[in-house]
């Protein structure tokens, strides 16, 4: 029997084996996970929308790029662990020089030899220890990538709720403006009737008070902005100090409904958050390693083979070489190691789908949890919006009052003091449901790498009410 014919059963077993593409399987270990740029912390040009925002944070984030070699190398260590369905083939070329001696002590002689061949060694069975290996590498790859996304969509959802402070904050600030603005004409309004007599000088003073209020609040409030717009930089990855500048979304806020109840959001959470994938790869990673350690404690076959051509000095010892040998190994004593990784190993199992089940629950509460809190903030939004339409109207109606004579400055104050915050809440209020809706899109695990929420969403009744003048 030739050499070829011997191999050539072993090899079609093994080409059957290996039919599985290992890229189809590495590309599902890395979904989601798209390479990133190398970072480049330098300061963008030109104005920066949401979109913009968020490739910069995803860009420079060192625990994107992280995760995502994490996952690659997860990727190429499952491809390792395929290796052993292959045989092991092995070259070597020894060249040997020797010298003998004849019986009786004489000299016999000396010769020189090169033997060049081929050695393989192939695990034919082994009861699952194998598979087991690559299946736990295949769940730890895919685990890895999960991980990935849990980082990708943290990383989106950190950068929305900065983008969104820092418009809230500027939102404010403006407000604040406007608040100075009005508190001024409230103090001109005070000083021109106490000059014609029709007010006294208690009036001016508080109005002035008022108007050193606004103004302060005012500095507060530019002083939010600059903090936000640091924030925003950190999550950019970029100096604090850059010239950047945001665009904020161009026209009036749409306020908009999930279409689907919390129930089918947390179905879909269940099916879509990369930490509960994450937690269930791990699980199963865990039953194949129970697999490995059963495996462990139960014979393995093996076979092996070599073939070489031998020269010599000597023509005699010239010619072919091969060998072939099947081995049975039968585990018998390893001072209990064999039992006690058993148990660490069920053990292990045992904690990994307690981890799935608490990390289900507590998805589920995180998606009703923050469905609530859209809700709230859309009927924050509207009630704002009423509020700050009434305090216009209250406010012009006081100091109108108060122009005529008929009105005293407490009242005047006292509506400003109302516009004020009504201001600051409509200006608020717009932005938290901004960010309530992305934070809903994070834990049904809908956010993607735009920015998008990726959920079912239609225009709501509860518009915004239009603020009125009298």
Same mark, same amino acid.
């Given at each position: 029997?030739?050499?070829?014919?011997?191999?050539?059963?072993?090899?079609?077993?093994l080409m059957?084996?290996a039919?599985v593409?290992?890229?189809?399987?590495l590309?599902?270990?890395?979904q989601?996970?798209? /390479?990133?740029a190398?970072?480049?912390?330098?300061a963008?040009?030109?104005?920066?929308?949401?979109?913009d925002?968020?490739?910069?944070?995803?860009?420079?984030n060192?625990?994107t790029r992280a995760?995502?070699a994490?996952?690659?190398?997860a990727a190429?260590?499952?491809?390792?662990?395929?290796?052993?369905?292959?045989?092991t083939?092995?070259?070597s070329?020894p060249?040997?020089?020797?010298?003998s001696v004849?019986?009786?002590g004489?000299?016999g002689?000396?010769?020189?030899?090169?033997?060049p061949?081929?050695?393989?060694?192939?695990?034919?069975f082994?009861?699952g220890?194998r598979?087991g290996t690559?299946?736990?590498?295949?769940?730890t790859a895919?685990a890895a990538?999960?991980q990935?996304d849990v980082?990708?969509?943290?990383?989106?959802?950190?950068a929305?709720?900065?983008?969104?402070g820092?418009n809230?904050?500027?939102d404010v600030a403006?407000a604040?403006?406007e608040n100075v603005?009005?508190?001024?004409?409230a103090r001109?309004a005070?000083?021109?009737?106490w000059r014609?007599?029709?007010? @006294?000088?208690?009036?001016t003073l508080?109005?002035s008070t008022?108007?050193?209020?606004?103004e302060l609040?005012?500095?507060?409030?530019q002083g939010?902005?600059?903090?936000?717009?640091?924030?925003l930089?950190?999550?950019?990855g970029i100096?604090?100090d850059s010239?950047?500048?945001?665009?904020?979304p161009?026209?009036?806020l749409t306020?908009?409904?999930v279409a689907?109840g919390?129930?089918?959001?947390m179905?879909?959470?269940?099916r879509?958050? /990369?930490e509960?994938a $994450?937690?269930?790869a791990?699980?199963?990673?865990?039953?194949?390693?129970?697999?490995?350690?059963r495996?462990a404690?139960?014979p393995?076959?093996?076979?092996?083979?070599?073939a070489?051509?031998n020269?010599?000095?000597i023509? @005699?010892?010239n010619?072919?070489?091969?060998?072939l040998?099947v081995?049975?190994?039968?585990?018998?004593?390893s001072g209990?190691?064999r039992?006690?990784?058993m148990?660490?190993?069920?053990a292990?199992?045992?904690?990994?789908?307690?981890?799935?089940e608490?990390?289900?629950?507590?998805v589920?509460?995180?998606v009703? @949890?923050?469905?609530t809190?859209l809700q709230?903030a859309?009927a924050?939004?509207?009630a704002?919006a009423q509020l700050?339409?009434?305090a216009?109207q209250?406010?012009?109606? $006081?100091?109108g009052?108060?122009?005529e004579?008929?009105?005293?400055?407490?009242?005047l104050?006292?509506?400003?003091?109302?516009?004020a915050?009504?201001?600051?809440?409509d200006?608020?209020?717009?932005?938290?449901?901004?960010t309530a809706?992305?934070q809903?899109?994070h834990d049904?695990?809908?956010?993607d790498?735009?920015?998008?929420?990726g959920?079912?969403?239609?225009?709501?009744?509860?518009t /915004?009410? /239009?603020?009125?003048?009298?």
């Amino acid at each position: 029997m030739t050499t070829d014919r011997l191999f050539r059963p072993v090899w079609r077993g093994l080409m059957v084996m290996a039919a599985v593409p290992l890229l189809s399987v590495l590309g599902a270990a890395a979904q989601g996970t798209a /390479p990133l740029a190398d970072s480049a912390a330098v300061a963008p040009a030109g104005p920066l929308t949401l979109a913009d925002v968020v490739a910069l944070s995803l860009r420079n984030n060192p625990d994107t790029r992280a995760a995502y070699a994490q996952a690659q190398a997860a990727a190429a260590l499952y491809g390792v662990s395929r290796g052993s369905l292959f045989p092991t083939v092995s070259a070597s070329a020894p060249v040997t020089r020797s010298k003998s001696v004849s019986g009786g002590g004489s000299f016999g002689g000396e010769r020189t030899q090169f033997n060049p061949g081929l050695s393989m060694s192939y695990l034919l069975f082994d009861f699952g220890g194998r598979s087991g290996t690559i299946a736990q590498a295949r769940e730890t790859a895919v685990a890895a990538s999960a991980q990935s996304d849990v980082t990708v969509q943290g990383t989106v959802l950190e950068a929305e709720a900065a983008f969104f402070g820092y418009n809230a904050a500027r939102d404010v600030a403006a407000a604040g403006r406007e608040n100075v603005r009005t508190a001024t004409e409230a103090r001109d309004a005070a000083i021109q009737l106490w000059r014609v007599g029709l007010a @006294t000088v208690a009036d001016t003073l508080q109005a002035s008070t008022a108007l050193a209020q606004a103004e302060l609040s005012l500095l507060t409030a530019q002083g939010q902005v600059q903090t936000a717009r640091g924030e925003l930089a950190s999550v950019m990855g970029i100096p604090a100090d850059s010239p950047f500048e945001v665009v904020a979304p161009p026209g009036p806020l749409t306020i908009r409904t999930v279409a689907a109840g919390v129930d089918s959001l947390m179905a879909r959470a269940v099916r879509e958050r /990369p930490e509960l994938a $994450a937690a269930q790869a791990e699980a199963a990673g865990a039953a194949a390693q129970i697999r490995v350690a059963r495996a462990a404690a139960l014979p393995s076959l093996t076979l092996g083979g070599n073939a070489g051509r031998n020269f010599s000095s000597i023509s @005699t010892q010239n010619g072919n070489t091969y060998g072939l040998s099947v081995g049975l190994s039968v585990p018998i004593f390893s001072g209990f190691a064999r039992r006690d990784a058993m148990r660490a190993a069920r053990a292990t199992l045992d904690a990994a789908r307690a981890r799935v089940e608490a990390t289900r629950v507590r998805v589920a509460n995180q998606v009703y @949890t923050s469905y609530t809190s859209l809700q709230v903030a859309a009927a924050r939004v509207r009630a704002s919006a009423q509020l700050l339409a009434s305090a216009v109207q209250s406010e012009a109606v $006081a100091r109108g009052r108060y122009r005529e004579g008929v009105g005293s400055i407490i009242d005047l104050l006292t509506a400003q003091n109302a516009l004020a915050s009504a201001r600051a809440q409509d200006a608020q209020s717009r932005w938290v449901w901004q960010t309530a809706l992305s934070q809903l899109a994070h834990d049904v695990g809908t956010l993607d790498r735009s920015g998008a929420p990726g959920l079912p969403l239609t225009i709501s009744n509860a518009t /915004p009410a /239009p603020e009125v003048t009298p």
